[in-house]
């Protein structure tokens, strides 16, 4: 089937409000329209990066839209568009080995059927221009449930996470360059609680990636 056959009959829509985009004139991002693009808030530099964590957008706008269906409207399908933003990120060109999702308590998981994070990071390989980071998300556990972040403030943050991971099958993360990807960070308390754990587990470097940053 050619592909003009096939956005024939499967037409691009727009992610932020599910209109059809006429082909070539969406926005750089190639799956928001022309009124969504302008919607996208990019981080100002002093913003973007935050010591090893790096984020691209902020946490709002038609972006922290999309997030929100993605959890809690189990909309998978917009997982590969966010990803294929990450992909664009600077850090990735670090040069990597390993591509860790920030988990989810297992009883989360099995009432969301999916981690979104897990999801990202998948699209975000695919999509990368050079991907020599192999996806790897079962080296990182939660091993105890945990109130949601969002409602507390930063020094509760850091209590609440506080050993909440637990590194397994430690061998392979000895000596390697691994990058921890999430959704959304504020103010790092979970990716940095990532970072620690597989640090000491034996990493040799760690870095996170974050689609959207909250500024508390």
């Not at 003009?4 to 009959?9: F, G, I, K, R």
């Not at 909309?75 to 568009?81: E, K, L, N, Y």
């Not at 850090?91 to 969301?112: A, N, T, Y």
Request: charged share 25%.
């Amino acid at each position: 089937m050619g592909l003009a056959m096939l956005e024939a009959l499967l037409p691009p829509t727009c992610v932020g409000c599910r209109r059809l985009i006429r082909t070539g004139a969406a926005a750089a991002s190639a799956w928001l329209c022309s009124a969504c693009g302008p919607d996208l808030v990019p981080l100002p530099d002093e913003d973007r990066r935050r010591a090893e964590v790096e984020a691209l957008f902020a946490y709002e706008g038609v972006l922290a839209r999309v997030v929100t269906r993605l959890k809690f409207s189990r909309d998978v399908a917009v997982a590969g568009p966010l990803g294929r933003l990450l992909a664009r990120a600077p850090i990735l060109s670090e040069g990597w080995d390993l591509v860790v999702p920030v988990p989810l308590h297992w009883r989360r998981g099995l009432w969301r059927g999916f981690n979104q994070a897990h999801l990202l990071a998948y699209w975000t390989l695919r999509a990368a221009e050079h991907p020599s980071a192999r996806l790897q998300p079962r080296v990182l556990a939660r091993r105890r449930a945990t109130p949601p972040q969002s409602q507390l403030s930063a020094a509760e943050r850091r209590s609440n996470v506080a050993r909440a991971f637990v590194a397994r099958a430690t061998r392979s993360l000895r000596g390697r360059r691994v990058l921890v990807i999430d959704d959304v960070t504020t103010t790092g308390a979970t990716m940095h609680a990532c970072i620690a754990e597989l640090r000491d587990a034996g990493a040799a470097r760690v870095g996170g990636l974050a689609l959207l940053r909250a500024l508390a």
